[in-house]
């Protein structure tokens, strides 16, 4: 959801600040889904539990030019 709300603020924004355009929407997407994945696999559910793996999320407009 966070991910859509970025990419239509670029959209929105990149012709009033075309400097938008220089910028890529970063998250925390796979490691969310690898988490969620290991959380339902009976092998690794345990030790996961008490993890604070996958509890924080973020969503961020990165540089292209650092890469």
């Known amino acids: 959801m966070l991910r ?3 990419d239509k603020f670029k959209s929105k924004y990149a012709s ?3 400097e938008l355009l220089d910028y890529y929407v970063h998250t925390y ?3 969310l889904r690898t988490t ?3 959380d339902r ?4 559910a ?5 993890s604070d793996i996958g509890k924080k999320a973020f969503v ?8």
């Open 46 to 50: 345990e030790s996961k539990q008490n």
């Open 29 to 31: 997407e796979a490691t």
């Open 16 to 18: 009033a600040a075309p």
């Open 60 to 67: 961020e407009l990165k540089d292209k030019s650092f890469f």
């Open 41 to 44: 696999n009976p092998e690794y």
């Open 36 to 38: 969620m994945h290991d």
């Open 4 to 6: 859509q709300l970025m």
